[in-house]
């Protein structure tokens, strides 16, 4: 319906004033041809009386004048139109040719041949207000076949009139009639294909309607259904399969196709775009008001008024498609996901529709696309609609998933409020518990444990290592700290033990290696070495990574902050008879003899199961280089 109103625009737009014009040259016939465009060879005459017969019409002289470009096109008339062109095989052979109309749906044509410099007259009737069995050749679209002797020269006249005025587009073309028969055949592949897609979709979403039941979907299928019944008819399929002796219920049923498909592509952008609850009130009942218009339509449709139907399904179908597009773009603007759909649809429909029009009035040139452009936008359009609903669906579901959950998790809330209130407190005074263990057993400036967790952790680890397993402990501290205490202050001595906990703590990569800080400047590391070289090695890299923190410290010779280490290690054999204070004694009596050996060094004793003590007796004194 829309592309009827753009039609009649630009026709009346490019009229030709009337006058007297010559005979247009013949069209020459070469052989082979395949969709000529005929138009430029036709001449047109109105007959506003509808008086003038086959001879008054072939003597005229007067009123002629060229056919309006690309296509036939004389909008809302109650006017016959007479048309002429002729035609001269200019090919070595006899030609058999098709004369296609290019439009299935004028009421009234008649042909006229003339041969032999006109003294042979050839006459043919069709239309679809006549029966289906009346054209000369069955087909959809109505069609004139002609044979061309060698040197032929043919005046061909048609005679159009409307039923009640409307007129519709009527691109001629001439065919080689092997040529009309291949491109017939891949017309109706293609449509076929193309109503194939609706019809399928259309049963897609019924199904999917019985299945969920959301009023979405059901007038989804409404509209596929009626765009499926107009598209059908429009092309001409339905007159030719279905009702081809009903002209006139063919008639009345496209105007009703077609208020149809504007009437339920408006109340699917209502419930698709749930206009009720988004837009303003006005809005809704605006876009509400124009469906109720398009319904109205189908009165004086069912009624036989075919052009009354058509001209008021113009006013309104356009104005609603209008309003629901901009309602679309509108949402779109505030954020609906359902507005992306609608509004891509809708667009490539339209720029499908446009192109095909502007190829008609000769702006664009002929090709696949603005040919078939109405079929591939709409085609989009259903496809975008389809995905469109399958994205709201799955919405909905995961909107209903949620809304659920949310349901169920406040049930369980509301019935295990007070055990939540209870394990809460439980959890609360058992972390301040765990909190002030921590704090119990933890050293608040250095992270490191205590002296009282040493004492308890050492009788777990002796009590629970086995009689194979060797031990070593280390203890150390910072050399000339009271020195840094005195010249950096207590501040910077806080920061100095800070840092060299970290730095030993990160030593420690083993989950079994503790390190504890035993009081002052003073710490302690408990770990487990396989031999005494083992213990020695490790402890090397404690004291390097105690160098290598470069805290300044011009107290030590070394110039930077060192530490002195005393390890003592056991064998498996005596390990489980030793106490903590034990260990911590024979570690300390290592630290002395550190410090004696010249400080940032290690010392370590070795005690076998034999119960022999052997003391390391070279202290390994380190002179750091920084």
């Given at each position: 319906?829309?592309?009827?109103?753009?039609?009649?625009?630009?026709?009346?737009?490019?009229?030709?004033?009337?006058?007297?014009?010559?005979?247009?040259?013949?069209?020459?016939?070469?052989?082979?041809?395949?969709?000529?465009?005929?138009?430029?060879?036709?001449?047109?005459?109105?007959?506003?009386?509808?008086?003038?017969?086959?001879?008054?019409?072939?003597?005229?002289?007067?009123?002629?004048?060229?056919?309006?470009?690309?296509?036939?096109?004389?909008?809302?008339?109650?006017?016959?139109?007479?048309?002429?062109?002729?035609?001269?095989?200019?090919?070595?052979?006899?030609?058999?040719?098709?004369?296609?109309?290019?439009?299935?749906?004028?009421?009234?044509?008649?042909?006229?041949?003339?041969?032999?410099?006109?003294?042979?007259?050839?006459?043919?009737?069709?239309?679809?207000?006549?029966?289906?069995?009346?054209?000369?050749?069955?087909?959809?679209?109505?069609?004139?076949?002609?044979?061309?002797?060698?040197?032929?020269?043919?005046?061909?006249?048609?005679?159009?009139?409307?039923?009640?005025?409307?007129?519709?587009?009527?691109?001629?073309?001439?065919?080689?009639?092997?040529?009309?028969?291949a491109a017939d055949d891949r017309e109706n592949l293609l449509f076929g294909l193309y109503h194939g897609e609706l019809l399928a979709l259309a049963l897609y979403n019924l199904l999917l309607f019985v299945a969920v039941r959301e009023r979405v979907f059901g007038v989804y299928v409404l509209y596929l259904s009626s765009f499926?019944?107009?598209?059908?008819?429009?092309?001409?399929?339905?007159?030719?399969?279905?009702?081809?002796?009903?002209?006139?219920?063919?008639?009345?049923?496209?105007?009703?196709?077609?208020?149809?498909?504007?009437?339920?592509?408006?109340?699917?952008?209502?419930?698709?775009?749930?206009?009720?609850?988004?837009?303003?009130?006005?809005?809704?009942?605006?876009?509400?008001?124009?469906?109720?218009?398009?319904?109205?339509?189908?009165?004086?449709?069912?009624?036989?008024?075919?052009?009354?139907?058509?001209?008021?399904?113009?006013?309104?179908?356009?104005?609603?498609?209008?309003?629901?597009?901009?309602?679309?773009?509108?949402?779109?603007?505030?954020?609906?996901?359902?507005?992306?759909?609608?509004?891509?649809?809708?667009?490539?429909?339209?720029?499908?529709?446009?192109?095909?029009?502007?190829?008609?009035?000769?702006?664009?040139?002929?090709?696949?696309?603005?040919?078939?452009?109405?079929?591939?936008?709409?085609?989009?359009?259903?496809?975008?609609?389809?995905?469109?609903?399958?994205?709201?669906?799955?919405?909905?579901?995961?909107?209903?998933?949620?809304?659920?959950?949310?349901?169920?998790?406040?049930?369980?809330?509301?019935?295990?409020?007070?055990?939540?209130?209870?394990?809460?407190?439980?959890?609360?005074?058992?972390?301040?518990?765990?909190?002030?263990?921590?704090?119990?057993?933890?050293?608040?400036?250095?992270?490191?444990?205590?002296?009282?967790?040493?004492?308890?952790?050492?009788?777990?680890?002796?009590?629970?290592?086995?009689?194979?397993?060797?031990?070593?402990?280390?203890?150390?501290?910072?050399?000339?700290?009271?020195?840094?205490?005195?010249?950096?202050?207590?501040?910077?001595?806080?920061?100095?033990?800070?840092?060299?906990?970290?730095?030993?703590?990160?030593?420690?990569?083993?989950?079994?290696?503790?390190?504890?800080?035993?009081?002052?400047?003073?710490?302690?590391?408990?770990?487990?070495?396989?031999?005494?070289?083992?213990?020695?090695?490790?402890?090397?890299?404690?004291?390097?990574?105690?160098?290598?923190?470069?805290?300044?410290?011009?107290?030590?010779?070394?110039?930077?902050?060192?530490?002195?280490?005393?390890?003592?290690?056991?064998?498996?054999?005596?390990?489980?008879?030793?106490?903590?204070?034990?260990?911590?004694?024979?570690?300390?009596?290592?630290?002395?003899d550190a410090k004696e050996a010249g400080r940032n060094c290690v010392a370590l004793s070795v005690i076998y199961a034999t119960g022999q003590h052997k003391l390391n007796s070279e202290a390994n004194s380190q002179t750091?280089?920084?």
């Amino acid at each position: 319906m829309l592309i009827r109103v753009w039609l009649c625009l630009v026709c009346w737009l490019l009229a030709t004033p009337v006058g007297a014009i010559e005979t247009s040259p013949p069209l020459e016939v070469r052989g082979g041809e395949s969709g000529v465009a005929i138009s430029q060879y036709v001449q047109v005459l109105e007959d506003p009386g509808r008086q003038l017969d086959f001879s008054a019409v072939r003597t005229r002289t007067t009123g002629w004048q060229p056919g309006p470009r690309d296509a036939l096109v004389f909008g809302y008339s109650n006017s016959a139109w007479w048309a002429r062109w002729s035609l001269r095989n200019v090919a070595q052979q006899p030609q058999s040719l098709i004369i296609d109309l290019g439009n299935p749906r004028q009421d009234y044509v008649e042909w006229f041949v003339l041969r032999e410099g006109g003294r042979q007259l050839e006459h043919s009737r069709g239309g679809d207000r006549h029966p289906f069995r009346e054209r000369a050749v069955i087909t959809r679209n109505f069609v004139l076949p002609l044979s061309l002797a060698t040197d032929e020269h043919l005046e061909i006249y048609v005679r159009l009139q409307s039923y009640d005025g409307l007129f519709e587009a009527m691109p001629l073309a001439l065919y080689q009639r092997t040529a009309f028969l291949a491109a017939d055949d891949r017309e109706n592949l293609l449509f076929g294909l193309y109503h194939g897609e609706l019809l399928a979709l259309a049963l897609y979403n019924l199904l999917l309607f019985v299945a969920v039941r959301e009023r979405v979907f059901g007038v989804y299928v409404l509209y596929l259904s009626s765009f499926l019944l107009w598209s059908f008819t429009f092309r001409g399929y339905s007159f030719q399969y279905f009702w081809p002796n009903s002209p006139a219920f063919n008639n009345d049923i496209l105007t009703v196709g077609a208020a149809l498909c504007f009437a339920f592509i408006g109340l699917f952008g209502v419930v698709y775009l749930r206009m009720r609850e988004s837009v303003p009130r006005w809005l809704s009942n605006l876009n509400l008001g124009l469906i109720v218009a398009n319904f109205l339509v189908l009165i004086p449709a069912l009624m036989g008024h075919y052009a009354l139907g058509a001209e008021l399904g113009h006013f309104a179908g356009l104005p609603m498609a209008l309003v629901v597009l901009a309602t679309a773009i509108w949402l779109l603007q505030r954020g609906s996901r359902q507005a992306r759909f609608f509004v891509a649809a809708f667009t490539i429909v339209g720029i499908g529709a446009s192109c095909y029009i502007l190829q008609i009035v000769n702006v664009l040139p002929t090709n696949w696309f603005t040919t078939w452009g109405v079929q591939i936008g709409s085609a989009i359009e259903m496809m975008l609609l389809a995905l469109g609903l399958a994205d709201s669906m799955n919405t909905l579901k995961a909107d209903k998933l949620r809304a659920e959950r949310a349901a169920r998790e406040a049930q369980q809330a509301l019935n295990v409020r007070l055990e939540q209130q209870v394990n809460e407190r439980t959890q609360a005074l058992e972390l301040a518990n765990r909190r002030l263990h921590e704090l119990a057993i933890t050293d608040e400036l250095t992270g490191a444990f205590n002296r009282r967790h040493f004492n308890a952790f050492c009788e777990d680890a002796l009590s629970q290592h086995g009689r194979r397993d060797a031990l070593a402990f280390c203890m150390f501290d910072l050399d000339y700290f009271k020195l840094f205490n005195d010249r950096y202050g207590h501040q910077a001595g806080d920061s100095a033990l800070r840092r060299v906990a970290e730095v030993v703590q990160s030593q420690l990569r083993r989950s079994h290696d503790v390190l504890f800080r035993l009081g002052g400047e003073e710490f302690g590391v408990l770990f487990t070495a396989a031999s005494p070289e083992t213990a020695k090695q490790f402890v090397e890299g404690l004291r390097q990574a105690v160098v290598s923190t470069a805290i300044p410290h011009s107290g030590n010779p070394a110039g930077v902050m060192t530490a002195s280490f005393g390890v003592g290690w056991w064998g498996a054999g005596v390990v489980y008879r030793m106490t903590p204070d034990q260990m911590y004694a024979e570690a300390d009596a290592m630290l002395y003899d550190a410090k004696e050996a010249g400080r940032n060094c290690v010392a370590l004793s070795v005690i076998y199961a034999t119960g022999q003590h052997k003391l390391n007796s070279e202290a390994n004194s380190q002179t750091a280089t920084g």
